[in-house]
């Protein structure tokens, strides 16, 4: 199997995998994926990225409501993620292995220098032949900034560790085919309008983010030459059960040849506004030309110079994303100009291009 071949593997375990109905870390579960992960690591990294903290945290708490109100849903994550981390640092002792508790926020990973520093602390875990438990920072991350699910958490950390292969173990056994709800559909090679139509079919029962998240997920480690899998994680030993039964829906990376910078660009969870050009520009940025200010018709969005952005024609469709050499009130003043009038516009001297084919990938 694939995974075999695999140098890193990042497995995600949703909240049913590793809580169980009543509250309760589901020990024997964990204790058979240690003892697959312990048969088959040999000298390979892996990371868990693991939900639960809130489920364990309401448990503990006593709190049986299913709708908590954002600021206390932090507070019960916060009581919740000393529970998961100290639970899994016990069964994980048993069979002498170390843990690293790593708590990642969206800035984390959609600001570049952050991104750098989040790959250099998992580099130094694996060298110290610990295992990263990873979760998303619940007791700070609100509404409006949050992943939605560790799925697309998962491909991001993923995307940034360079890993192989990630394996998302759900309460089902993979994505199921609309026209026989028994099939499950095997391999994903492209993930188009038929792929997002099974989103609507009530058989793909998935954990809180639902199949749109684990589609968002897909899409990140295809771009980033990473394999992704979807499995049942009801069963012990859920990595031998996967790799003995076969049972699973596995999406295809496309061949990249895209460095490490533009897959980071690429696999941006959101973008903080668009620039639309004209025809013009978009053929130039076709021919892999940078995108200059003579070009742009129009912005929208807030953003400072440095963030992650959209570049769009006029009909709203999305031709590259990346990062802007310009704020998004700079953009608004040069658009339309030629290179040579940016400075006396400005005030001051600054970068010609908008955005360099270095800071960009065609979408």
Request: aromatic content about 6%.
């Amino acid at each position: 199997m694939l995974i075999d071949n695999s140098k890193k593997i990042v497995i995600k375990l949703g909240s049913s995998t590793v809580v169980d109905k009543k509250g309760r870390f589901k020990r024997n579960w964990v204790n058979s994926l240690i003892r697959d992960i312990k048969k088959f690591k040999k000298d390979r990294d892996i990371v868990i990225v693991s939900s639960g903290a809130i489920a364990l945290g309401q448990n503990y708490l006593k709190i049986k409501q299913k709708k908590i109100k954002l600021q206390k849903s932090q507070a019960i994550a916060a009581v919740g993620q000393i529970h998961l981390a100290g639970e899994f640092q016990k069964v994980f002792e048993k069979h002498n292995f170390k843990t690293g508790q790593i708590l990642i926020s969206p800035d984390d990973t959609e600001q570049r220098r952050r991104a750098l520093n989040i790959r250099r602390t998992f580099d130094n875990l694996f060298r110290l032949n610990a295992i990263p438990i990873v979760n998303e920072n619940d007791t700070t991350a609100t509404s409006e900034i949050k992943y939605g699910d560790n799925d697309r958490l998962a491909a991001r950390v993923a995307q940034i560790i360079g890993a192989d292969t990630l394996i998302i173990f759900s309460d089902v056994d993979g994505l199921y085919d609309k026209s026989n709800k028994n099939k499950i559909i095997k391999k994903v090679d492209n993930i188009d309008k038929n792929i997002y139509e099974l989103a609507e079919k009530k058989n793909n029962s998935y954990g809180s983010g639902g199949i749109i998240t684990k589609l968002d997920a897909a899409k990140i480690c295809m771009n980033a030459g990473c394999h992704m899998f979807i499995a049942n994680g009801k069963k012990n030993n859920p990595i031998k059960e996967i790799v003995k039964n076969k049972i699973y829906t596995c999406f295809v990376p496309k061949i990249s040849t895209l460095d490490a910078r533009k897959k980071w660009i690429i696999s941006s969870l959101n973008s903080s506004g668009k620039i639309y050009i004209d025809e013009g520009a978009a053929l130039a940025l076709l021919r892999g030309k940078s995108l200059l200010a003579a070009g742009i018709k129009k912005v929208s969005g807030k953003f400072n110079k440095g963030e992650n952005i959209l570049v769009v024609n006029e009909s709203d469709k999305s031709l590259a994303r990346g990062l802007s050499s310009f704020s998004s009130l700079e953009i608004d003043k040069i658009k339309g100009k030629q290179s040579s009038e940016i400075e006396n516009i400005l005030g001051y001297p600054s970068k010609s291009e908008v955005v360099h084919k270095d800071d960009m990938v065609r979408l």
